[in-house]
């Protein structure tokens, strides 16, 4: 069993920055592809980025191109999600998760995700 924590969140104004992080207990981790998904009240979960596990393929969704960045270090062990020009409506609770299936690319199905952290509140004030 692997346990998978993210890290990061808090409460920002809109048009601020936040970088979670998104770490795990084993380092199995680091052959992993790592999504990032976020839920907000009364919503679905959603994908909102994705990277396969050596770093060089992304996905980023169309709701937060171009504000949103996702990386992962060169040890392939922490994986970031860089958050910039903060919305409200981008409050919600922001999970990481890391599918073993995955062994090429990413995916952007949550059903593919076998580890999932606790989740981070991320809440942005108008």
């Known amino acids: 069993q692997m346990h998978v924590a993210e890290s990061g969140g808090g409460l920002v104004q809109q048009g601020g920055s936040l970088r979670l992080a998104c770490e795990a207990s084993?380092?199995?981790?680091?052959?992993?592809?790592v999504g990032w998904f976020r839920q907000a009240p009364g919503k679905e979960r959603e994908i909102v980025a994705a990277?396969?596990?050596?770093?060089?393929?992304?996905y980023v969704a169309d709701a937060v191109k171009g504000r949103f960045t996702v990386s992962r270090t060169t040890n392939k062990v922490t994986v970031f999600l860089q958050m910039n020009s903060l919305k409200p409506e981008d409050t919600a609770v922001y999970y990481c998760?890391?599918?073993?299936?995955?062994?090429?690319?990413?995916?952007?199905?949550?059903?593919?995700?076998?580890?999932w952290g606790q989740g981070t509140q991320v809440t942005v004030s108008s």
């Open positions: 990277i396969n596990w050596s770093g060089v393929t992304k």
């Open positions: 998760a890391a599918a073993p299936k995955v062994t090429t690319g990413y995916s952007t199905s949550d059903t593919e995700y076998d580890y």
């Open positions: 084993r380092h199995t981790f680091s052959r992993y592809a």
